[in-house]
């Protein structure tokens, strides 16, 4: 796994467009953000422009994201927003010149498609909030961003839960959304599971919906070899009028009870006001005990 170089004072981070549309108002908190550390700020040709929900075509946010990737004095790629739209320029990316000077990809949700594309390329990266939800951003939250950034120690503890399955493992993390990583099974980006620890979390979604995508993804032998499960937001889960009869904590640990793994449930990390960074492709170590959780990165 390659490791981009980590951020110093006087860098250059640019903000573009892979999704949903982003306006320069909108990105002013994050530039401010930026600066605050020491950090120089470049906008991508996509903030600002407004093609329905996208921020520009298919053919302006792969030119403005390949552009940004090959530019040697950008050093690292923050994704404005997700949305929808990643999907329909990974396949117009080149990452030839990328893996030679590899920089961090940062972002969550939508942008699980460039997470699991680059865990392909082994190249690691960092799901962490964006620009478009740095205004509601707690001060640790951004905090933490930083220090992960910047190549400082990053390590979690938090309460573990009745519910939580308790157990050690270590290994690669991966993952991000659960719908994007389902609709990402049988394509190139497709990630590999396997030894590693599997990271999941969602929005808006029925419970039906994530029973369905578990059973898939488990059918596609996501977890036959997976060392561990951290859950992070399960936000906003909806039901039936006739009830399915399990919540998402219920449906997660029964489908991957036969595999005797950890599983840490509510993780500070998704779709929630608590988003941490987390460096996928990195080296944890992972313990949930009768006290606490611990994620440790190497």
């Known amino acids: 796994m390659i490791t981009p170089p980590f951020l110093k004072p006087g860098d250059t981070v640019a903000i573009v467009c892979t ?3 982003f306006s320069v108002e909108e990105a002013k908190p994050a ?11 470049r906008l991508g040709n996509t903030i600002g422009l407004d093609n329905y929900q996208l921020g520009g075509t298919d ?25 929808y739209g990643t ?10 010149q990328f893996k030679k000077r590899p920089k961090w990809i940062i972002g969550f949700s939508d942008v699980t498609v460039l997470h699991s594309q680059l865990h392909v390329e082994r190249v690691a990266t960092m799901h962490a909030i964006m620009p478009f939800t740095v205004p509601k951003a707690p001060e640790e939250v ?47 980006s497709s990630i590999d599971t396997g030894g590693k620890i599997l990271f999941i979390e969602d929005l808006d979604e029925y419970l039906y919906h994530i029973d369905r995508m578990m059973y898939n993804l488990k059918r596609n032998g996501y977890f036959d070899k997976v060392k561990g499960i951290v859950v992070g937001s399960m ?8 009830p399915f009869g399990q919540n998402e904590v219920q449906i997660i640990t029964a489908i991957a009870s036969e595999y005797r793994i950890p599983i840490v449930f509510e993780f500070p ?30």
């Open 19 to 21: 999704a949903r549309k």
């Open 31 to 41: 530039i401010e953000l930026l600066k605050s550390w020491g950090l120089q700020v």
């Open 59 to 83: 053919a302006e946010r792969a030119a403005d994201f390949q552009e940004m990737m090959d530019d040697e004095n950008i050093k690292a790629i923050w994704c404005a927003r997700g949305g």
């Open 87 to 96: 999907v329909r320029i990974i396949d117009a990316l080149d990452f030839t």
């Open 142 to 188: 951004k905090e933490i961003l930083r220090k992960a950034l910047f190549g400082e120690s990053v390590s979690y503890t938090i309460p573990s839960k009745a519910y939580d399955v308790k157990g050690t493992a270590s290994g690669e993390l991966v993952g991000g959304n659960i719908s994007i990583l389902n609709s990402l099974l049988g394509s190139k």
């Open 235 to 242: 936000s906003d889960m909806h039901d039936n009028e006739i």
């Open 269 to 298: 990390a998704g779709h929630q006001v608590d988003n941490r960074a987390l460096l996928l492709g990195k080296q944890v170590d992972f313990e949930v005990n009768e006290k606490e959780v611990t994620l440790k990165f190497h």
